[in-house]
């Protein structure tokens, strides 16, 4: 019956399917939106199992935007039940048709997503033009990348030594885990949902997903818009509630598989040892990062310039790739910092849905109180302020772009993220690539990398010898879906996107 219903919505009989809730209604950007503030299990939107919600709000002028159900653990265990039964059907069903699926969805966000950028914009400070090409944008690309691979999942056949006189057919398949848990951050909302969500989809799980408590909003949007492509009940559930009661529900649950977490170093530990504890659970961590980007004298400086600033202050800094510590060889260290600077007073803060705003508010206030934390911090061990390193007065929850030079090893703002506007830089001795290669190598953290050069022996000898999971060369923040992503170090395993998602069991077959 489900697939009959897929043929008509591919033919275009069936555009939409019929769904109805109670949607929140506001009105910005010039918009009328409409989205849900209730948990999604099972296709429905549903209060919270005691009634219990937290207030969602909005950190450009930090007035409420609306409540959001909060769920408990009862309602993890309702999610997780539903996502259970509904991975009988969905693993059966014909690959080619969870695809077409999920070409359908990413299909309706397109045609959605200027509310969803929108509505990203108010509950997460982006800048509206990005929202819309990263946010969102590369969310619908993720769909639709992995929508593409559902047919393409498959196993190998081996030669092994033959049981003569007979002879062997050795085969693997790639199987789908089960139910899966995924617990998001709060600096791409969306975007990390689609990262974590596709690939599993596409493989035949099943998902339980904790968006952040800070950001619940484009989330629930997607679960309505699932429901609308067709998504049968159970395959995707979204409850959003803290980390500590429902996050924890579902990485304790005995019946989710594997866990797929994007956050900080500290909590993805805290996941780990629970997955390890409750039923040995999968799991796949993205986590802090500290990435060195690193500049020598003979690069095309401009270049470099407005490379480093989009590495730092791209999405206010609440970027896990951020240029955490930028190194610049010490012949044209002024010359670059002058030019940093001059192009940093240029930014525009402001409005996010403003289109001539570059630098949105910061995501909440606890994030921005961590970042005058972080400023102070440097300040007293030593560090230069050159620039910014203050809240900007009035409401709203907006952060200058600092830059501190002067920056040493031993310092707590050479090793710790800031995931904030601020950048921090030291200088080198000329020529001293060893020297430089130990100072950037000296983190816990190895998730990107980057290095400015003319000279591609160099560039590719550092990118070698730097401990990251990705080394950007000329370039910066340049990810794709097709390229796979994730960290050295501590900041964690397991890949997201590309074809190296681990979202499977492979079983062995001997005939
Ligand atoms: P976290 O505090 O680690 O929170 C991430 C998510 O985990 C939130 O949804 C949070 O819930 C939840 N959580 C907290 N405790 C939990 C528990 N015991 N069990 C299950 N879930 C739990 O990080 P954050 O502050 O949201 O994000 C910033 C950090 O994430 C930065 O350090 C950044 O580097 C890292 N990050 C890394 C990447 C990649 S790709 N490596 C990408 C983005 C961010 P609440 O809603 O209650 O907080």
């Not at 509310?115 to 619908?140: F, P, Q, R």
């Not at 796979?484 to 074809?499: H, I, M, N, R, Y």
Request: hydrophobic share 40%; charged share 20%; aromatic share 8%.
């Amino acid at each position: 019956k489900f697939t009959e219903a897929l043929i008509r919505n591919h033919r275009g009989e069936d555009k939409e399917q019929e769904f109805s809730y109670t949607p929140v209604k506001l009105h910005a950007n010039n918009k009328d939106l409409e989205f849900p503030n209730q948990l999604f299990v099972n296709n429905e939107f549903i209060d919270a199992s005691d009634g219990g919600t937290f207030t969602t709000v909005n950190p450009t002028d930090e007035s409420d935007i609306c409540k959001v159900a909060k769920a408990t653990t009862d309602d993890v265990n309702y999610a997780v039940y539903c996502a259970k039964k509904a991975f009988v059907e969905w693993k059966e069903m014909n690959a080619r048709d969870r695809g077409t699926l999920m070409f359908r969805l990413a299909d309706l966000m397109e045609e959605h997503q200027e509310e969803l950028a929108t509505l990203e914009s108010l509950d997460s400070g982006a800048v509206y033009t990005l929202a819309l090409k990263t946010h969102i944008g590369m969310s619908i690309q993720t769909i639709r990348y992995f929508a593409g691979w559902c047919d393409k999942i498959h196993g190998q056949t081996i030669p092994i030594n033959n049981a003569k006189p007979n002879r062997n057919l050795t085969f693997t398949s790639k199987e789908p885990i089960g139910v899966c848990g995924i617990i998001t951050p709060w600096n791409y909302p969306l975007m990390m949902l689609a990262w974590k969500i596709s690939p599993c989809l596409a493989a035949g799980n099943t998902v339980v997903l904790k968006p952040a408590q800070v950001t619940p909003l484009t989330s629930l949007k997607f679960a309505e818009l699932a429901a609308r492509a067709g998504f049968p009940p159970g395959v995707i559930n979204i409850l959003p509630g803290s980390g500590r009661v429902c996050g924890q529900a579902i990485i304790d649950h005995p019946d989710v598989r594997k866990v797929g977490f994007t956050g900080s170093t500290p909590v993805g530990k805290q996941i780990m040892a629970s997955c390890a504890n409750s039923n040995l659970k999968k799991c796949s961590l993205e986590l802090g990062g500290k990435s060195p980007l690193i500049i020598f004298a003979d690069c095309d400086m401009a270049k470099a310039v407005r490379m480093t600033l989009s590495g730092v202050f791209f999405n206010k800094g609440e970027n896990c790739i951020a240029a955490g510590r930028i190194f610049v060889e010490e012949s044209i260290h002024d010359e670059f910092i002058n030019k940093v600077i001059t192009e940093t007073k240029k930014m525009k803060i402001g409005n996010p849905l403003d289109r001539s705003v570059d630098h949105g508010p910061q995501n909440h206030l606890a994030h921005l109180n961590s970042l005058i934390d972080y400023v102070e911090r440097g300040v007293k061990e030593g560090a230069r302020l050159v620039y910014g390193g203050k809240r900007v007065e009035g409401p709203g929850l907006f952060f200058e772009p600092t830059i501190f030079t002067n920056v040493d090893d031993h310092m707590f703002i050479s090793k710790e993220e800031s995931f904030g506007p601020i950048m921090v830089v030291s200088s080198f001795p000329d020529g001293d690539v060893d020297g430089v290669i130990e100072s950037a190598n000296n983190t816990e953290f190895g998730l990107a990398s980057g290095v400015f050069t003319s000279n591609l022996d160099k560039a590719l000898e550092v990118s070698r010898r730097i401990e990251a999971g990705t080394c950007f060369i000329n370039t910066y923040n340049k990810t794709d879906v097709a390229a796979p992503f994730g960290g050295f170090k501590q900041s964690g395993f397991g890949k997201d996107l590309a074809v190296w998602c681990d979202v499977t069991d492979v079983p062995l077959y001997i005939i």
